[in-house]
């Protein structure tokens, strides 16, 4: 199969307007990774108020066996606030917070082109007929050289390209209904996610992705997002920190999470609870 993919990119590249497969796109982009546990992210957010007014939000997140640990400050004097992911759902104290979607977060610590497939399946954002890559009754046989992957490879209208302020890209429109629409945009050059957009009854989101990368590990990682809901601009983040924490800067990392857990309910505010719920 890897020479298959082979001869589909050197057809891409004779041919401007191909469009890869999408399983290639995410392999290309996502199967770099290979974390281990204890690697850190850090963030920086700011969140729009409903006075009009921007708060600053600290976050750090450990990957862990156990699933995603996080840290919040709201403010630079705040406390630290600590948290943990069941499916959907925030967990921070004794409350739950549910999330509209995974994929801000996934885009970030997903550690496979699988793991972040299924939660595009899963929200809407993808099909698994759009993962099909070639015609019915088509078959890999005999030698690569006398297959006719150009006349079957199979080319579905949700699957196009898109020309966005920040460059051309590949979008994937995984539903539509009626004024509903999910869609997912990918970085042609294939080293990054460049938008999510969705809506919710009459509202429209967008999380654009900046193209200005940041790598860790052979993997690229957007430097800023920014979250736009009926083009106004909610949420700025910033990723300040990828970073592998071993013995004792883990330790503290560990000790400082377990004390902010039973405080963490009282720290609570409606700033954090926004950037949760939507991502």
Known sequence: MKSVLV??????????????PVSAVLK?????????????FGFLHQVLGGSGEWSEIEERIVLDRRGPRFLWKVG???NWISGQLEKRNYLVGDQKI??????????????????????????????WDQLKQFKDGFELQGEPQTWDIKTNYLQHNSIYLALLPSGPSIAV???QDGNSKRVVYFDK???SLKRLEWSEGSDNFIWNFDLNLTSFKEA???????????????????LIVIRQLNGRKLKEWMQLWQRSLNSSSAFLDDKLKTLLSYR
């Open 220 to 238: 690229f990682f957007p430097k800023r997002s920014y979250l736009m809901k009926e083009n106004r601009e909610m949420i700025q983040s910033e």
């Open 28 to 40: 290309e982009i996502f199967d770099d990774r290979k974390f281990s546990d204890d690697v850190e």
């Open 98 to 127: 549910g999330a509209r979607s995974l994929l801000f977060l996934k885009s970030f610590i997903a550690n496979s082109a699988i793991e972040f497939r299924d939660v595009l399946i899963s929200e809407r954002f993808l099909r």
């Open 76 to 78: 630079a004097n705040g």
């Open 173 to 175: 429109m995984g539903s």
């Open 189 to 191: 050059s294939l080293k």
């Open 7 to 20: 001869l589909i990119f050197i057809m891409s590249l004779k041919a401007h307007a191909f469009i890869p």
